[in-house]
């Protein structure tokens, strides 16, 4: 009986052990220079992005998320590349319900697997968007779907089409070349596009709150990799400014532009890094 439960243990904790950061294409920075017309576009989800590898699914850090088995079972043995969300401006809640060890079934059944690439695959990304369209079709899985993808006719109409989605809440757009062939890294064939900009910064400080936040902190004093310093307040709810970032993490901030000394304008908390 020892024996069977040690063995037991193993399995389970070789399952949770880091597989190896998967190799991903990763977009640039959209510029209005590119014809639109030859560009697939879709939204950018801010899930958890996910590789499955055929077999389990994989987070960017490398590391086997715990998704249950009725959760991938309709998955097909191909290799995937997508995000798991639960909608939109709900990055944390989705954080916490996929990186857990034990997963929680009720938390799961939220939870959808949105595919937007197809690693390996032949051909260029339009073979790629039908191919994935009829791979969900055939799988029939009611958490496995796909990110839709339109398009523009110029840049007019992308930038309306942008306002709409933030609008309702949606993190920006991504930019798919028609043509472009899979292949990982930083590529020009893939492109994001927002009204904003973001960066990371480290916390080594923070101001104390005034007013109703008297007793918390008022705003997170942080440093950008260049050694610039300045405060980002806004954005911060009332549970972090009674818990904040510790001193150490890095955090993801957007702002609109620097000012003439070369600090984030507008600078607006996002979201602490998770090593996941």
């Known amino acids: 009986m020892i024996k069977a439960l040690t063995a037991l243990l193993l399995v389970a904790c070789c399952q949770l052990m880091a597989a190896g950061k998967p190799e991903l294409l990763l977009a640039q920075v959209y510029n209005d220079t590119v014809d639109v017309r030859q560009y697939w576009v879709s939204e950018k989800l801010d899930g958890v992005r996910a590789y499955w590898d055929g077999k389990q699914l994989i987070s960017r850090g490398g590391n086997v998320i715990a998704a249950p088995n009725w959760f991938v079972a309709g998955f097909p043995a191909q290799a995937l590349d997508g995000e798991l969300w639960l909608g939109r401006n709900q990055f944390a809640a989705t954080l916490s319900v996929v990186s857990k060890q034990q997963p929680v079934d009720s938390e799961w059944q939220q939870i959808r697997y949105y595919i937007f690439e197809l690693p ?32 523009v006719a110029d840049n007019a109409a992308l930038q309306a089409r942008l306002s709409e989605l933030e609008q309702a809440g949606a993190e920006g757009l991504m930019l798919h070349h028609q043509d472009a062939h899979y292949k990982t890294g930083r590529s020009a064939d893939l492109l994001k596009l927002k009204s904003y900009q973001d960066s990371e910064a ?13 007793g918390m902190v008022g705003a997170l004093v942080v440093k950008t990799p260049d050694g610039k310093t300045f405060a980002i307040g806004s954005g911060l709810t009332d549970e972090l400014r009674q818990t904040p ?19 984030p304008r507008f600078a607006r908390f996002l979201r602490q890094r998770q090593a996941f």
Do not use: D
């Open 245 to 263: 970032p510790p001193l150490g993490a890095v955090v993801t901030y957007r702002y609109n532009g620097l000012t003439q000394h070369g600090l």
């Open 120 to 151: 390996q695959a032949e051909g260029n990304f339009t073979a790629r968007v039908n191919a994935m369209q009829t791979l969900v079709q055939q799988q029939n899985s009611r958490y496995l779907t796909f990110v839709p993808q339109f398009r």
């Open 202 to 214: 480290e916390v080594i400080g923070y101001r104390p709150g005034k007013g109703k936040y008297q």
